[in-house]
């Protein structure tokens, strides 16, 4: 079973609807769970934390349900911009401390809005 | 955003060549990573360095080779590599302690001929 997993898509959606993406985890003893977003060719770059009683920060809600280990990203009156792939990403703390230990990706949802 | 850097963006090198990636971090951080991401598959940790020490080596082979001279520096020393080694090469930073959120430089996109 892959540690973290999500739907490639792509999701083709229209500018201004509202789409919610789902990823699961495999280990409970993940920790920390992130969104981050990936434009082509570039970089990961953090979208959002996401915390157990749930976030939001504007057009975007996440929300983690650790009893059956997914999260999920919900983004309102999508824009144009919003196109890329989302990263579902988890982080489990290996070394006593809280020490450097690495995230692990899923493969990414690829959103494309269209006008 | 400029926090992480790394050169080159790009790199073609042949089997036979050898040759350093350069990352370096403007944030104050002391925990860095290089992550490698193919074609088609999630992006997969390598190398993991905290406090200059490195913590994790994620079973990477032995043509790939860390270094970590100080806080702000990382190098992936690269030495007869493999076409199938061609990926993007990312580099990430973030506090040891507190808030476990990592920030990537732009990556090296290396080709293998």
């Known amino acids: 079973r892959k540690e973290v997993e999500q739907d490639p898509g792509p999701f083709n959606v229209p500018e201004g609807a509202t789409v919610a993406f789902n990823c699961t985890y495999s280990?409970?003893?993940?920790?920390?769970f992130f969104w981050y977003r990936q434009d082509c060719r570039k970089e990961p770059k953090l979208l959002m934390s996401?915390?157990?009683s749930g976030n939001e920060d504007g057009r975007f809600t996440a929300q983690l349900n650790r009893a059956s280990q997914y999260i999920s990203l919900l983004i309102r009156d999508s824009k144009l911009s919003d196109s890329a792939t989302y990263l579902c990403v988890v982080n489990q703390v290996k070394y006593s401390g809280g020490g450097a230990d690495g995230l692990t990706f899923g493969k990414g949802t690829h959103l494309i809005i269209q006008p | 955003e400029t926090g992480v850097t790394q050169t080159p963006r790009h790199l073609v090198m042949g089997m036979t060549n050898k040759k350093s990636l350069k990352c370096e971090q403007h944030l104050g951080h002391n925990a860095m990573y290089w992550y490698k991401q193919s074609a088609k598959k999630p992006l997969e940790l390598m190398f993991v360095?905290?406090?200059?020490?490195?913590?994790e080596n994620n079973s990477v082979p032995s043509r790939f080779s860390p270094e970590c001279p100080n806080s702000s520096h990382l190098f992936l020393h690269l030495h007869t590599l493999q076409p199938e080694d061609s990926a993007l090469y990312l580099c990430a930073s973030r506090r040891d302690r507190g808030r476990p959120e990592q920030f990537f430089g732009p990556g090296t996109r290396l080709t293998v001929l």
């Open positions: 280990n409970s003893a993940s920790q920390s």
């Open positions: 996401v915390y157990s």
């Open positions: 360095y905290s406090l200059e020490e490195r913590v």
